[in-house]
């Protein structure tokens, strides 16, 4: 697609259920990355893939926060038994250039976010 | 552990100015360092990206500097507008792939 696409750009749901959070990277990007940013923080790094691999996930907060990516494309974070302190904008990016190719890496582009509520 | 500051935290200037916003970084060992501004309720626009090799990059009214020895890059816009008014993010990417994040300064220019 032309950018990075999230789904669902806003859900609303009850403490203990599970979400699952979409990114569509750019095509051809093989790199993927999910941030979480709360009302008024700043960015926080959640985990990194490398085609369908995950080298870095050290940012997940939590064993209830999974994400997978298959096909090296489409990324799914999943979070169980959601918490009120989950509510915060998902946001997914992606870039052309994987790391260790000489060159210091792409621009990475941002979708719009997921904008998560958990009451 | 990386750390990216942002200063100022907030920033209001009048419309025609020329301004400065300051980001700083701990661990000048980076790849590059990358500008984003963030509209309310929006995800990041990339601005600039600068290599570690490179001393800065322009784009129109944009100029990005970097001084990796001292863990320092500016944004300089020239001749702002009230379109200009956005949140503007500072990130650096290091060793590992990540990119770690400034707080931000958050800009408003009166027209």
């Known amino acids: 697609g032309a950018g990075v696409s999230q789904s669902p750009s806003n859900k609303v749901t009850e403490k203990g259920k599970d979400v699952e959070l979409r990114c569509d990277p750019i095509?051809?990007?093989?790199?993927l990355y999910w941030y979480r940013q709360s009302l008024g923080q700043g960015l926080e790094f959640l985990i990194y893939?490398?085609?369908?691999?995950?080298?870095?996930k050290s940012g997940l907060p939590s064993d209830r926060f999974s994400a997978e990516r298959t096909g090296g494309s489409v990324s799914t974070l999943t979070i169980q038994r959601t918490q009120q302190e989950d509510s915060a904008v998902y946001l997914c990016?992606?870039?052309?250039?994987?790391?260790?190719?000489?060159?210091?890496?792409?621009?990475?582009?941002f979708g719009e976010g997921s904008w998560l509520t958990v009451v | 552990k990386q750390e990216v500051t942002q200063i100022p935290a907030a920033l209001s200037v009048p419309e025609g100015e020329n301004l400065v916003l300051n980001c700083s970084f701990t661990?000048?060992?980076?790849?590059?360092l990358q500008w984003f501004r963030q509209d309310p309720g929006k995800g990041l626009t990339s601005l600039l990206l600068?290599?570690?090799?490179?001393r800065e990059q322009t784009s129109g009214r944009l100029n990005a500097s970097l001084d990796k020895s001292s863990g320092r890059s500016t944004l300089y816009i020239a001749a702002s507008q009230p379109g200009d008014s956005a949140t503007y993010l500072c990130?650096?990417?290091?060793?590992?792939?990540?990119?770690?994040f400034g707080t931000g300064t958050r800009l408003t220019i009166i027209p």
């Open positions: 990016a992606s870039s052309q250039m994987p790391p260790g190719q000489g060159e210091s890496g792409n621009t990475i582009y």
């Open positions: 661990d000048s060992a980076i790849y590059n």
């Open positions: 600068i290599q570690s090799s490179q």
């Open positions: 095509s051809g990007h093989t790199a």
């Open positions: 893939f490398q085609g369908n691999s995950a080298p870095d």
């Open positions: 990130a650096v990417k290091a060793l590992v792939e990540k990119l770690t």
